[in-house]
């Protein structure tokens, strides 16, 4: 059964870093594009990053550019989201999810629970 399961999220004041982890379980992860997604409350989910499995190509959403960045690690099934530079406006739970494309992340049937990042003075 695949499984994803988010951690690292937390309270950190602006300017400062949190770096998200995504435990992949029940697949072969390098087979799979994974991407992370944001929902503010009274927003709608916005999609942050998606990193491909194939060549590990990576794609970003124009607001954390310079920001944040991606990577992967297939062997131990783990997907990370560093998040530098927080402004409060990356305020949202974060969620990371699973499919075969980047290009098809937005449509992922695999979802994680989600996260809480809090960007706070």
């Known amino acids: 059964q695949l499984q994803l399961v988010e951690s690292g999220g937390g309270l950190v004041q602006p300017g400062g870093s949190l770096r998200l982890s995504c435990a992949a379980s029940?697949?072969?992860?390098?087979?799979?594009?994974i991407g992370w997604f944001r929902q503010a409350p009274g927003k709608e989910r916005e999609f942050v990053s998606c990193?491909?499995?194939?060549?590990?190509?990576?794609y970003y959403t124009d607001s954390v550019k310079g920001r944040f960045t991606i990577s992967r690690d297939n062997a131990k099934k783990m997907v990370y989201l560093q998040m530098n530079s927080l402004k409060p406006e990356d305020t949202a739970v974060y969620y990371c999810?699973?499919?075969?494309?980047?290009?098809?992340?937005?449509?992922?049937?695999?979802w994680g629970q989600g996260t809480q990042v809090t960007v706070s003075s």
């Open positions: 029940g697949f072969t992860l390098g087979y799979y594009a």
């Open positions: 999810a699973a499919d075969r494309s980047c290009s098809r992340i937005g449509m992922a049937y695999y």
């Open positions: 990193i491909d499995g194939s060549y590990g190509s990576t």
